[in-house]
C-alpha cells in the first residue's frame, strides 16, 4: 500500500523536530524565556554552583549582588582547585560587606543541572525528592523552583515533574533555557566524558508550593514547629514499623518452631512405628481364642505384591 500525502507531510513534520521534542515525552509546551527573570528586590538562593559562572551571570542579570546567595558543594579551596576561572567569578559574586543574615524564605530557588556525581536513575531521582522536601518550606507564599535539566535520557527518565508532585509542587511552566541571560555562564558537569554542552537542548522547569495542602509558614518560630511536627509523625511512623516488623518475625518464629515440631514427630513414628496388634474374632456363644498368624520358622516372608525382579506394582 502507498503512502498518503498526510502520512508523508506527518512524516516530515516529526524529522525536522529537535529530538526530545516529542509530545509523547512532554506533557506541557515549551515557553521562551522572558528577558528578566529576577527582580534586583527578589532574595535568589543558587545550589550547586560549579565554578560560580552562573552567579556571576546572575548578578550581572540582576544588576546587583544584594539578595544573592550562592552556595556550592565543594569547600572554597576545592573550588578554585578545580576551576581556574573560580577566583574571578567569586570575587564578582561577593559584595565586600561580609557575612549577611541568610533570610528564611527565599523568592527563588535555583538549582541547575543536578546531578549526584552517579549514573544510576532511580539515586538521582531522589536527590531530586529530597530537593523539593527541602526546598517546600524555605519558599515565600508565591516563590517559585527553578530546575533546568538537559531534555534527552537519562535526565528524562528522572521524571522531575514525578518527584516534585510527591514533594507537594505543580508545575507553573517550562522555560527553553537561555544561556545569553547569564553572561558568562560555563556549564560545569561531574561527568568527565560528558558531550559538548547543548543550551538549546535544555528546559527550566518552574514549580511553585500547592499550597492547598501545605500552607506558608510566617516565621522562623512556625517553620521550626512545623520540622518537629514533621519529624514526630516520622518517628511515630518508625515506632510503628518497627512494632509490626517484631511481631511478624515472632510469629514467624512460632510457626517454624510449629512446623520443626511437627517434622520431628513424624521422622520419629517412622523410626519407631507403633506395633500391631493380633486381629481377635468373636463370635456369639462361642469361646474367644486368639487367631495366631500362620508363620513357617526358619523361612522368609515375601509380600505378594513384590516380584522377583524387584519391581513394584
Not at 502520512?7 to 516529526?14: A, M, N
Not at 527563588?108 to 522536601?133: D, M
Not at 517553620?223 to 514499623?241: K, R, T, Y
Request: hydrophobic residues 35%.
Amino acid at each position: 500500500m502507498g503512502r498518503t500525502k498526510r502520512d508523508t507531510s506527518s512524516r516530515k513534520r516529526r524529522l525536522s523536530e529537535p529530538p526530545g521534542s516529542s509530545s509523547k515525552r512532554q506533557r506541557h509546551s515549551t515557553h521562551e524565556t522572558p528577558n528578566q527573570l529576577y527582580a534586583p528586590e527578589d532574595a535568589v538562593l543558587v545550589l550547586g554552583d560549579g565554578d560560580f559562572s552562573f552567579s556571576r551571570g546572575l548578578v550581572k542579570h540582576r544588576g546587583t549582588g544584594k539578595g544573592v546567595f550562592t552556595t556550592s558543594f565543594d569547600s572554597e579551596s576545592q573550588v578554585r582547585s578545580k576551576y581556574p576561572n573560580a577566583q574571578e567569578c567569586i570575587a564578582a559574586v561577593k559584595t565586600g560587606t561580609g557575612l549577611k543574615t541568610i533570610p528564611d524564605f527565599f523568592q527563588y530557588i535555583v538549582f541547575n543541572f543536578p546531578h549526584s556525581g552517579q549514573q544510576r536513575v532511580h539515586i538521582n531521582r531522589a536527590l531530586l525528592l529530597n530537593f523539593f522536601e527541602s526546598a517546600r518550606n524555605r519558599l515565600t507564599v508565591h516563590g517559585e523552583v527553578h530546575v533546568t535539566l538537559k531534555t534527552r535520557p537519562p535526565y528524562s527518565n528522572w521524571f522531575i515533574e514525578d518527584q516534585a508532585k510527591a514533594a507537594g509542587f505543580v508545575m507553573k511552566e517550562r522555560r527553553q533555557f537561555n544561556i545569553k541571560l547569564f553572561p558568562g555562564y560555563r556549564h560545569r558537569t561531574t561527568d568527565p566524558q560528558a558531550k559538548k554542552f547543548e543550551p538549546h537542548l535544555c528546559v527550566t522547569y518552574v514549580f511553585v508550593v500547592n499550597r492547598s495542602k501545605y500552607p506558608s509558614q510566617k516565621s522562623r518560630a512556625a517553620l521550626n514547629a512545623a520540622s518537629v511536627e514533621v519529624a514526630a509523625s516520622e518517628a511515630s511512623e518508625q515506632h510503628d514499623l518497627a512494632a509490626a516488623i517484631v511481631k511478624i518475625a515472632k510469629a514467624n518464629a512460632v510457626a517454624s518452631k510449629n512446623v520443626k515440631s511437627k517434622a520431628q514427630t513424624a521422622v520419629a513414628q517412622r523410626q519407631h512405628p507403633p506395633k500391631k496388634s493380633a486381629p481377635i474374632s468373636v463370635f456369639p456363644g462361642v469361646e474367644q481364642h486368639v487367631q495366631q498368624p500362620n508363620v513357617i520358622r526358619g523361612k522368609l516372608w515375601k509380600p505378594l505384591h513384590r516380584r522377583v525382579g524387584g519391581t513394584f506394582f
